[in-house]
């Protein structure tokens, strides 16, 4: 599959990884072995483009709620859950933005977080890496339309994030990583692709959206 976007992977979201491997390297039939295959599998749709075959969805912001309007999610899963007999759908959540190439190749996505969907659980964690506040409109993101779920199959709906310009301390911090993906090389999506760690502060600058 030939990939549409180079993926960043959060400091956070790739200690995660580490300790998922570490896990599924030890009992491959445990649940932290199938967390990893599940996310392996999300950022090669990330890197794909293939958010609407994991029912993608655009967050947005409510009171009480992290502002995450420039954020997607993807749904994958994991353990099978069920209430009162009815299938609860996908148990987790991966969680990411998207940004303009400044260099002339492909666009990024940023993987945020990777978590059970319970109690909200997903976009706390991506609010909190974002140094989001909870219940504060992020004025940075008020030419961003607001989408809240209709929780209806089949609604029309924004499946990914809008493309904003890419952060200048992100891009320094990709120019400064060793291995980023070069300009006219994409992350591939294989398993074993090793997408960038970026350890600086994310800012939101102003932008237009895709």
Do not use: W
Not at 34 to 53: H, I, S
């Amino acid at each position: 599959m030939t990939a549409r976007f180079r993926i960043i992977i959060d400091p956070e979201l790739r200690r995660k990884i580490g300790i998922l491997e570490q896990a599924a390297a030890s009992r491959p039939d445990s649940l932290r072995a199938r967390e990893l295959q599940a996310l392996k599998l999300g950022l090669r749709a990330l890197a794909g483009g293939r958010e609407d075959d994991f029912d993608g969805k655009r967050l947005g912001y409510s009171p009480g709620h992290h502002d995450l309007r420039d954020c997607a999610e993807i749904k994958l899963p994991v353990v099978p859950e069920f209430r009162y007999g009815q299938d609860l759908g996908p148990s987790h959540r991966l969680l990411y933005r998207e940004y303009e190439p400044e260099d002339g190749g492909l666009p990024y996505r940023e993987a945020l977080c990777f978590e059970h969907r319970g109690d909200g659980l997903p976009f706390g964690v991506a609010g909190t890496r974002l140094g989001r506040e909870l219940g504060q409109p992020v004025p940075e993101l008020a030419h961003l339309p607001n989408h809240r779920p209709t929780f209806q199959r089949g609604a029309a709906e924004p499946t990914g994030p809008p493309r904003l310009p890419l952060p200048p301390d992100l891009s320094k911090a990709l120019a400064a990583a060793s291995n980023v993906a070069p300009a006219h090389g994409a992350v591939t999506a294989q398993p074993s692709t090793q997408p960038p760690s970026i350890n600086a502060h994310r800012g939101i600058p102003p932008g237009r959206e895709r």
